[in-house]
């Protein structure tokens, strides 16, 4: 399984921005039940972000509520984080990650198995 995200980059407080993550090496045995985003800021843990199951539901990190949306294609072969008024604070590495376990904890900050190499956000005030 690989997770390749994109669309990281540079925006001023206030600004938008969209990541990408291109899941591939699911097979009919192993499909992402749980898909999720995390963040991380320059020395701090990885937080979750936001996380959506195989039926659509969503879960998001109160800090981000309102302004980012993540979603699926429906394939589920592409993960989106749409991220809107951006703030100082949203800035780190975006990670993605996956788990192929349906039934199984499915939120914000829950538990993943298979993970990207994840996207720079710069948000500059």
């Known amino acids: 399984v690989q997770l390749v995200e994109s669309g990281g980059g540079s925006v001023q407080a206030g600004g938008s921005l969209r990541l990408s993550c291109a899941a591939s090496?699911?097979?009919?045995?192993?499909?992402?039940?749980?898909m999720g985003w995390f963040g991380q800021a320059t020395g701090k843990e990885r937080e979750g972000v936001a996380a959506?199951?195989?039926?659509?539901?969503?879960s998001y990190a109160d800090s981000v509520k309102e302004r980012f949306t993540i979603s699926t294609d429906n394939g589920r072969n592409t993960l989106y984080l749409q991220m809107s008024s951006l703030r100082p604070e949203d800035a780190g590495m975006y990670y993605c990650?996956?788990?192929?376990?349906?039934?199984?904890?499915?939120?914000?900050?829950?538990?993943?198995?298979?993970w990207g190499q994840g996207t720079l956000v710069t948000v500059s005030s």
């Open positions: 959506i199951d195989s039926d659509g539901r969503t």
């Open positions: 990650a996956a788990h192929g376990i349906l039934g199984y904890d499915c939120y914000a900050g829950s538990w993943f198995k298979d």
């Open positions: 090496g699911y097979t009919n045995s192993y499909t992402p039940a749980c």
